[in-house]
């Protein structure tokens, strides 16, 4: 995603999202929920990488927001860091960033 390949559906799809709105006037957010076992989570490269993600396309005013990876139980059997966010997380990220209301708040109604 950094380094601007595009060879799957999802890299392509975000490589012409519109970042600034040029499109419809709408900057428009993509989270990142990362997922891998500990020793891809934890190699100097894909760390490097992360880091970039969040400098060039993050921030307040960046078009790319990463949900943390977590440590748990994962998919290899190791329990570590690299776990994708909780559904809850992602749910709520996504609630926020369409300006819905939490669900507390569509519960009571």
Request: with cysteine; aromatic share 4%.
């Amino acid at each position: 995603m950094v380094h601007g390949i595009s060879d799957s559906l999802l890299s392509s799809t975000i490589l012409a999202w519109d970042t600034n709105g040029n499109v419809d006037g709408k900057k428009k957010k993509i989270l990142v929920a990362t997922a891998m076992n500990t020793a891809m989570f934890q190699n100097p490269i894909t760390q490097r990488n992360l880091k970039l993600l969040n400098e060039l396309m993050g921030g307040a005013d960046g078009w790319v927001e990463e949900l943390q990876a977590i440590s748990k139980g994962l998919a290899c059997g190791d329990v570590g860091q690299g776990g994708m966010a909780t559904w809850e997380t992602i749910v709520a990220a996504i609630e926020d960033k369409l300006g819905l209301a939490a669900k507390e708040s569509r519960d009571d109604e």
